[in-house]
Every structure is written in structure tokens, then in C-alpha cells.
């Protein structure tokens, strides 16, 4: 992710002082631990040393980053255009670290969202080399460069690399993205539980962290604002097959999504499964989905 | 009070040569589905020389009724023999990827859709290679 | 937000008969190809050859339902790809009601071109 690879000399050091000082014997598996530790220490060191090396010859090397400017507020910034950015690279390097390393030393203006920098939050996926990712998620070193960043396709920009995300959210929120079961266990304090396999079954629906890379991806949700897209379908998609939640409230579900412009309008591009950052089969999901809602529709006949 | 900025074609920089196999997959197919939906609508509209062809008895059995002379003719131009290899082609491919888009749809094989979609693309080309000589059979002589 | 989205004409009904009609058409418009490529050749078609064919009743029967098939197939895809646009309203309305008028007049004509090769009426 987004860390630094910490200088790891100094940690070593200590940590191999401590190590001597266990003289009792051991047990096999323990030896056989103590020696794997020992060799991914050998490794780690190696490691730090070649960097180490690195850093002092490579010091002119740089990144070059060519990110999208746009600033309604301030004339002669109106036209869009981009700006160059040269960032010293740092093993490790993702594409926030550059851009926050862009803002703080060259331009305090260059605007973007960014949060937890771990692949969590979901506010930095941005439109990097002409596919959307998430800033914190992509090393520097597996981009072809100059690095261009733009903010998120089929969105309205707000500012430089900011997009309006309301839309998504409304999305969002028309497939009822929460919890709601057609029973109550008795006790006000009673758990809910799911069995193992339901809980395999929606595991990485789950996952979803609301960054509109799969949105933005969407050829058909670009043509079309009022396709619910792969996003929110993914998150019914979560709700429906929770076995918590009752027939009926999976019918419920179901009626929001064979809407015109709900599962219906997938076309299965893959272009969302494609982006996905945390990886999610969003388009196996819809497919599900349709399938579902085909099968319920046949029982009521 | 921020007003935002529509980037219009700068949105779609670069987009063609990003495209996936499903992506592409989806072009083809809708461009080959608008082909075929154009032919069956020329189709119909020449065989249905047919209907005046119908009453007159002497010129079908003498072979030089309506139909007959006006599909010979067409058959006897080049662009049209090469117009029905490219309609074999257009077609081979849909119903290949079609095969795919049903399996995509049934839930199977979803994890290699882009190997399935080279797949049909080499398939069909293999079988409208392989079909040259018989459509194009005659033309020359 | 859930009313938005309540255009009470839920496609999934169009959407299953578009994967149907799918599985029909591989395999009929594959034989039609094959029948009328490779078997018999076009360019030596005429009007003796094709009505010897058609007044079989299963071969004839079957080139209804292809035509039938394949004019809801394409119309029916046509009609998506426009929808997948974000075609709504009026236009949508009109559209839809004239590929509607459209498939009729071709699955009509061809019956007809079918008829006069069956030496049925072509009313």
C-alpha cells in the first residue's frame, strides 16, 4: 500500500541482540522457526542495503506525472489543462504518494481526495494511465511513463482531480443498502447469525468500498444516468442473498432491481470487474441477479 | 457555489486502446447485431420478388422468371460474393459469441470470458477462410 | 430513490426471450447457412429449387419460426442498444412503436415470399 518502506537497519540490529540471549534448548518446530526468521532477516537486510545503494546513486531519479488541472472559481484556470509534475521516486512509491508529494512541495492548489491511503476509505480512485484505479493501490514502478492522472470518467469535475460523486451515492442508496430483516429474533439482544456458507456466498460483495471505479468504468451506466450500475447492483447483490433477510424482503429487493434500468441493462462488458480495486466479481453478481429475478418472475406465472 | 465542468471529449482520451476483451467483445457483437438486423431486411425484401414471380408458370420452368434472373444476377457480381463472405463472417462471429454471452449468462466460465472471446474471434476467422472458395466459386468464370 | 426507477415494465420477460430465441437462432441460422451455401450453391438457386424446398411442410414451417425468431431477435437487440443509450419519453415511444410496425411488415412479407414458394395464397 501506501507506506514507506520503513529503514529497517536499525530495527534489525536490535532485534538480533535480543535473540542471542535465548540459550535454553528448543523445540524442533521452534528451531525450524527461529532459522526462518533468521534467514527472512538475512533477506531484509540484503534488501535494505541494495536500497540503501540505490538511493545514493539514483538521487536525480524522478517521476514524471502529468495530472488533469481544472478550477471553475479562478479565471485562467477554466480551461482545463495539464500540469507536469517531475516527483523524486521512492521505492515503494504510489501514485498518492507522488501527488501528495506534488501538492506539498510544488503546488499547494492541486486538489484530490485522499484518506486513509490503505485501499479503505475509496476516495482516491482516479483515471491513471487511461484505466481507473485507486491512487493509494498502484505502485509507481508498474506504470509506463509520463503517469496521467484525471479524475474519474463519466463524472462531473469539481476541481482538478475531485469529482461530483453524488450521483453514485443516490445509486447507491435506491437499492436500500442496509440490513433489514422480515423477522426479529424475540430477545431485543438475540445475534442474528448466517451460516458459513451464506456468509461465503456474499464474502466478497462485502468488500465494496464505494470508490465509483466500477461506475466510472461502465460504458452503458456513461450513456445512460438512470442504470443503477455495477456498484449498487453489487450492493443489493449483498442484501438479496442474505438469508437473514427473509423471502419477502428479497422479493422486495428483487422488484427494485428488474427494473428497466436495473440489472437488465447490463451488458456484460466486464469492464467493471475489470477495475475493481478490492477485486469484487461484480458482473458474476448482476448475472446472478438477472438469473434470480427471471427465476421469481417464472414462479409467479 | 462551484459549478462544474463537463470535459467532454478529454473524458474519452484514450479509451479505445484501454479496452478489455469483454469490452471489445461487446463492439463487435453489437456491430455485427446491427449487420445482421440490416440483412434480414434486404433479405426479405429480395426474395419477395418471388411473390410477382409465382404466377408465371412458363417463365419459372424456362428458369427466367423474376426471382431466378434477378438473385443470378446479383450472384454473378464479385462485390456481392465478397458482401456474403464478409455476412458469413459477421454472422459466424455473432453466433460464436453468442454461444459465449449464453454461457456468460448461465453463470459458467465467467473467470475466462476473454480467453472465449480470442476463441471465437480465431474461430471465425478460420471458418470464413476456409469458406472463400466455396463462396466465391463461379464468379470468375 | 426507489420510484424512480418505476417504470413498471420490467424487462426481464425481454430478456429471457432474447437468450430463447439466442439458443434457436445458433442453430437454424447455422443450418441456413450451411443448407444454402454448401449444400446447394447460390448462385444456382432458382425459383423451381426453392419451392421444391419450402413446399415441405417442416422446412417450411421451420423458415416461419426462424423468420419469426429472428425479426423479435434483431428488432428486440436494436431496441436495447437504443434503451442502453438512455432513450426515454416520446422519442422512446416512438421508436419502440415503429420497429414494432417495422417487424410486422417483415415478418408479413416474408410469410408471403414463403407462401408463393409453398404455392399458398400470398393474400
Known sequence: ??????????????????????????????????????????????????????????????????????????????????????????????????????????????????????????????????????????????????????????????????????????????VEPY??????????????????????????????????????????????????????????????????????????????????????????????????????????????????????????? | MSQSYDRGLVEDFGRWREFSAGMWAWVFHKFTGWVLVGYLFTHIAVLSTAISAAGQTQAIAAENDVYTTVITALESLLVVRILEVGLLAVAVFHILNGCRLLLVDLGIGLDSQDKSFYASLVLTGAIVVASVPTFLAGVFG | MAERYSSFEPGGRRWLWQRITAAFLVVVLAFHFFLLHFVNHADEVSFLASSARMTDLTYYSLMVLFLITATFHGVNGVYNALENQGLTGTKKQVVKYTLIAASIVLVVQGIRTANAWAGLPTF
Open chain 1, 1 to 174: 500500500m501506501s507506506t514507506h518502506v520503513p529503514e529497517t537497519e536499525t530495527e534489525t540490529d536490535t532485534e538480533a541482540e535480543t535473540e542471542v540471549e535465548h540459550s535454553e534448548p528448543l523445540a524442533p518446530a521452534q528451531e525450524e522457526r527461529m532459522r526462518k526468521k533468521a534467514e527472512a532477516r538475512a533477506d531484509r537486510e540484503e534488501r535494505a542495503r541494495q536500497e540503501a545503494a540505490e538511493r545514493a546513486t539514483g538521487d536525480d531519479d524522478t517521476v514524471h506525472l502529468k495530472v488533469f488541472r481544472f478550477d471553475p472559481e479562478v479565471e485562467g484556470k477554466q480551461e482545463p489543462r495539464f500540469d507536469d509534475f517531475h516527483v523524486p521516486y521512492e521505492k515503494g512509491m504510489t501514485v498518492l504518494d507522488a501527488l501528495i508529494y506534488a501538492r506539498d512541495t510544488f503546488d499547494s492548489s492541486l486538489t484530490f481526495r485522499h484518506s486513509c491511503r490503505q485501499a479503505i476509505c475509496g476516495s482516491d480512485a482516479l483515471f491513471i494511465n487511461g484505466r481507473q484505479r485507486l491512487g493509494c493501490k498502484t505502485q509507481l514502478s508498474d506504470l509506463d511513463q509520463p503517469v496521467r492522472v484525471e479524475p474519474l470518467p463519466h463524472a462531473e469535475v469539481e476541481k482538478d482531480l475531485v469529482v461530483d460523486m453524488d450521483h453514485f451515492y443516490d445509486q447507491m442508496e435506491a
Open chain 1, 179 to 301: 440490513f433489514d430483516a422480515d423477522e426479529l429474533p424475540d430477545g431485543e439482544l438475540d445475534e442474528q447469525r448466517q451460516t458459513r456458507e451464506n456468509r461465503e456466498k456474499v464474502k466478497m460483495s462485502t468488500r465494496c468500498i464505494w470508490c465509483g471505479a466500477c461506475m466510472s468504468s461502465c460504458n452503458i451506466a456513461a450513456g445512460n444516468n438512470e442504470y443503477l450500475g455495477p456498484a449498487a447492483i453489487n450492493k443489493a447483490y449483498r442484501f438479496a442473498m442474505d438469508e437473514r433477510e427473509g423471502t419477502e424482503r428479497k422479493q422486495h429487493r428483487l422488484n427494485i432491481l428488474e427494473q428497466e434500468n436495473g440489472v437488465w441493462r447490463c451488458q456484460t462488458q466486464f469492464s467493471c470487474t475489470e477495475v475493481c480495486p478490492k477485486d469484487i466479481p461484480l458482473t458474476e453478481h448482476i448475472q446472478e441477479l438477472k438469473r434470480e429475478a427471471v427465476k421469481s418472475n417464472l414462479k409467479f406465472w
